[in-house]
C-alpha cells in the first residue's frame, strides 16, 4: 500500500493500476511478467534477485532502463542495467563500483540533471560532427568535381588549410558550448545500438556536403562568367581578348605592350608556355596572366565555401526542431563572436594586402562579395527545409512521463 501511495504521487500508476509484490513475482513466468510490465511500473517487497529479472525482462523488449541500488545485493541489477545508478552517501563500494553513474548527494533528482545534460552534450557532439563532416564532404567534392568536369583548382593548399583551422575551428568549439534544446527531455530513450549517424545526422552530411560544393563551383564558375573568361578552357578564352580587357581583367605589369599585335598562337605561348614557365620580363615575378586571371575567380570560389560554413553552423546551433529565425543566438552567444570573427577574419583574408599575398586573393567588388555572401545563405535556408520536414514527419516525443522526466 505505501508503494502504491509514492507511486501515484509521483505519477508513475495511475488509481486503476496497484503494485507488484515480490510474492506475486515468483508465481510468473517471464511472458506473464512482460504483460504485467505493461499494466503497471511500481513493484513493493522485491529481492535483488526480482529487480535483475526486471531489468532483463524490460531489455529483452528493447527498452532503455535504469536501476538505483546502494547495497551489494544491488550490484547484480547495477550491472545488468543500461545504466546503472549508485548512492555516493550511503552506497556500498560494490554498488559504486557496479554503477555508471553515482549519486554524491544520494538525491534521485539528480539523475534529472544528469539525463539532461547527458543528452545535450551528446547533441552538441553531433552538431560538431554534422557540421565538420558536412564542411569537409563539400570541400573534397569540390576538388574532386573540378577536376572531373575540367575546371581549374577552385581552392589552393593553404585557402584549404585556413577553412580547416580558422572558418571550422572557432565555430565549431563554440559548438560545444549550446544551452540544451527545448525539447531535450520531451524525447523518447535512444536504441543503445543507434549510431551517432541515425536521426538525419548521416543524411544532413551528405545533402548538405553536396550543396556546399555546388555552391561554391557555382561561385567559381561565376567568378570567370562575369569576366568573359571561359571556365572550361585551358587558357580561360583569354587569348580572344585585347590588350585592354586584359589589363581591366590583371594589373597592367602582365599585360604586353603589343598583345593586340600578336596572333593567336604568340597569345596561346604566353598563356601557356610549353616549359610551364612565365615569359614576362625579368624582375616582373613568377606570376602569369592565367596564374593572375584565375585569383578572382578561386577567392570567390574560397569565400563562397567559407561563408556557407558560417551560415551551416547558424542553421544547425539550435537543434534539428528549433528554427534560426526563432531563437537566433538565444542558446550560444559564443557561437556569434564566433561567426563574427570569422566572418571578419576572412574578409581580412580578402582585403588586407599581407593577406592576399599570403594566400594569393584578390580583392572582391561589392557586386561579387554580395553574390558570395547570397550563395552561402542558401546552406542556412536548405537547413531551415530540412528542419521543416523534421518538425513534421520525424520520430513522436516520448508520451510517457515517467521516460519523458526520468
Known sequence: L???????????IDENQHAVTGNELDQMDDEQLKLKLKETSAFARVSPE???RIVKVLQEQNEVTAMTGDG????????QADIGVAMGITGTDVSKGAAEMVLTDDNCASIVSAVEEGRTIYDNIRKF???????????????????MIGLKIPLLA?????????????PAIALGFSDPEPDVMERKPRPVNESIFAGGTGGHIVRIGILIAVLTLAGFIYGFVSN????FSSSLGIEDFTREEVVALVDEEFAPENWDELTTEQRME???????GSLLEEGEGESTILSEAEKISRTIAFT???FTQMFEVMGIHAGDRVSFFKGWFKSNRLLLWAVLSTFALQLAVIYVPFFQATFETAPLSITDLIISFVLGAMVLFAVEIEKMYLTRFGKEKSENPAIANA
Open 2 to 12: 505505501t508503494a502504491e501511495a509514492i507511486a501515484r504521487n509521483l505519477g508513475i
Open 158 to 170: 593553404i585557402q584549404i588549410l585556413w577553412i580547416n583551422l580558422v572558418t571550422d575551428g572557432l
Open 304 to 306: 563562397v565555401l567559407a
Open 50 to 52: 526480482h529487480k535483475l
Open 72 to 79: 551489494v545485493n544491488d550490484a547484480p541489477a547495477l550491472k
Open 270 to 276: 604566353i598563356l601557356e608556355p610549353e616549359d610551364g
Open 228 to 231: 568573359g573568361m571561359d571556365p
Open 129 to 147: 560532427i554534422k557540421y565538420l563532416l558536412s564542411s569537409n564532404v563539400g570541400e573534397i567534392l569540390v576538388m574532386f568535381t573540378a577536376l
